[in-house]
């Protein structure tokens, strides 16, 4: 058997006997994961981390007070916020606190939320 390497993550395994041949991606593994260009694990795990973090207050929101009616909203700031902070250190980085100074000059609270309310996402 003949390995033909076509492309970075694909490769042609040929049969001597008949010449035909499988190709496999990825070696085999998970292409989303091993061939994936677009979407680094990192980015992934920040857009699941914010659906769940969505579906926990979802739920919590419409058991306690029904406050979601059957409609699209925009993730609340204090989830988004909580999603960076959880990923930080996985970037070697942490907040540190802001100066009232600083909150007042960018318009937001010392704690948060940090961005202002004409942020759209």
């Known amino acids: ?69 059957n409609d699209v909203y925009l993730l609340p700031k204090h989830l988004d916020e909580k999603v960076a902070l959880l990923h930080l250190p996985s970037l070697g980085a942490h907040l540190t606190t802001l100066s009232q100074e600083q909150a007042d000059y960018i318009g937001v609270k010392v704690n948060g939320p940090f961005k202002n309310d004409t942020y759209r996402y």
């Open 1 to 69: 058997m003949t390995v033909e390497n076509i492309k970075p993550q694909v490769d042609r395994f040929v049969f001597p006997s008949s010449g035909n041949g499988v190709i496999v991606l990825a070696s085999g593994r998970l292409v989303n994961l091993g061939c994936a260009t677009g979407h680094p694990s990192f980015v992934m795990s920040c857009s699941f981390t914010n659906q769940v973090l969505a579906q926990l207050d979802l739920l919590k929101n419409w058991k306690e007070t029904k406050a979601y009616k």
